[in-house]
């Protein structure tokens, strides 16, 4: 199983549906995640953390399944400004420094009108 | 600008050139990582300095990638004798945590290294 790995999509949806898209990580040790996203030919920005079970800001919700070894990001009520990149992050398997973050190979959203 | 700064921000060489590309990382973040982007993949990691050692280099690609950072400020990643299969976006990030989780990495716009 890879480091971490994500549904490539393309999930395409209405303004105003709720999408969810899942990431799986092969390290049981990790106790940190993070969704980045990144705007098409910009940089990745934070989105969330998550450090236990999930965590939720407005309209987007992270949760975490540690049994079965993923991640979600739940977005509801999607507008056209979501679309972009998702990133699914957590320290490197192996890692307990504070180096090494390993990237997912991202999520493409596209919400259209 | 209170950004991480990368720069240049376009190169264009020819295979077998040697390139610099530096970054310039936020004030006062100890920690700085560089990735790079090949079109349409995920980042892969490349180095991670904290401070001016760079505990990790585990992910440059080969002997011909090489980076130093100095003053505990700006890094410098050098590729000698370019190849085409170096043509990437060459991201840097900083942030500010010095022990467990690295917390919010700050990347800079990119440099887009192409290799004719």
């Known amino acids: 199983r890879k480091e971490v790995e994500q549904d490539p999509g393309p999930f395409n949806v209405p303004e105003g549906a709720t999408v969810a898209f899942n990431c799986t990580y092969s390290?049981?040790?990790?106790?940190?995640f993070f969704w980045y996203r990144q705007d098409c030919r910009k940089e990745p920005k934070l989105l969330m953390s998550?450090?236990?079970s999930g965590n939720e800001d407005g309209r987007f919700t992270a949760q975490l399944n540690r049994a079965s070894q993923y991640i979600s990001l739940l977005i509801r009520d999607s507008k056209l400004s979501d679309s972009a990149t998702y990133l699914c992050?957590?320290?490197?398997?192996?890692?307990?420094?504070?180096?090494?973050?390993?990237f997912g190979q991202g999520t493409i959203l596209t919400v259209h009108p | 600008g209170a950004g991480v700064s990368q720069s240049p921000s376009n190169k264009v060489t020819e295979k077998g050139k040697d390139v610099e590309l530096r970054c310039d990382p936020i004030?006062?973040?100890?920690?700085l990582y560089w990735y790079r982007q090949s079109l349409g993949q995920g980042l892969e990691f490349l180095i991670y300095?904290?401070?001016?050692?760079?505990?990790?280099k585990s992910g440059l690609p080969s002997d011909r990638f090489s980076a130093e950072r100095t003053g505990g400020s700006v890094s410098t990643l050098t590729i000698q004798r370019t190849q085409q299969e170096d043509s990437a976006v060459y991201l840097c990030?900083?942030?500010?945590?010095?022990?467990?989780?690295?917390?919010?990495?700050?990347f800079g716009e990119g440099s887009r290294l192409t290799v004719l």
């Open positions: 998550v450090y236990s």
């Open positions: 300095f904290q401070g001016n050692s760079a505990p990790d």
């Open positions: 990030a900083s942030s500010a945590r010095t022990s467990g989780s690295p917390g919010e990495l700050f």
């Open positions: 004030s006062g973040h100890t920690a």
């Open positions: 390290n049981s040790a990790s106790q940190s």
């Open positions: 992050v957590l320290p490197a398997a192996g890692g307990t420094s504070y180096g090494k973050l390993t």
